[in-house]
């Protein structure tokens, strides 16, 4: 079974910039949809955003527009999550996962990987 593997999280001062990426083992890969999701504690799993198989399509959350930017790399079966700008309200464990259709709910989602913390200090 698929499963995606996030890195570049960590502890960062509110205002500062982080990079997430997200590797898939297989080169189904560019067949999905991929979205990146964070959950905070005591807070339901949501949606940062998403991005089309073809990196034509392209949603944010209203939380995250113009500070997060997602994008992939299907010839390294790797989608990224660039975000700057970052809040305290922006700490969570962030995750992405892959999609057969343009959605942003998680239960649409497969191969979730184990995640990334992200800590951003006020």
């Known amino acids: 079974q698929v499963q995606l593997v996030e890195s570049g999280g960590g502890l960062v001062q509110a205002g500062g910039s982080l990079s997430l990426s997200c590797v898939a083992s297989?080169?189904?890969?560019?067949?999905?949809?991929i979205g990146w999701f964070r959950q905070a504690p005591g807070k339901e799993r949501e949606v940062v955003a998403a991005?089309?198989?073809?990196?034509?399509?392209?949603s944010y959350a209203d939380l995250v527009k113009g500070r997060f930017t997602i994008s992939r790399d299907n010839a390294k079966n790797t989608a990224y999550l660039q975000m700057s700008s970052l809040k305290f309200e922006d700490t969570a464990i962030y995750y992405c996962?892959?999609?057969?259709?343009?959605?942003?709910?998680?239960?649409?989602?497969?191969?979730w990987g184990q995640g990334t913390h992200v800590t951003v200090s006020s």
């Open positions: 996962a892959e999609s057969s259709r343009a959605t942003s709910r998680p239960a649409d989602f497969h191969s």
């Open positions: 991005i089309g198989w073809r990196n034509s399509v392209q």
């Open positions: 297989e080169r189904t890969f560019s067949s999905y949809d």
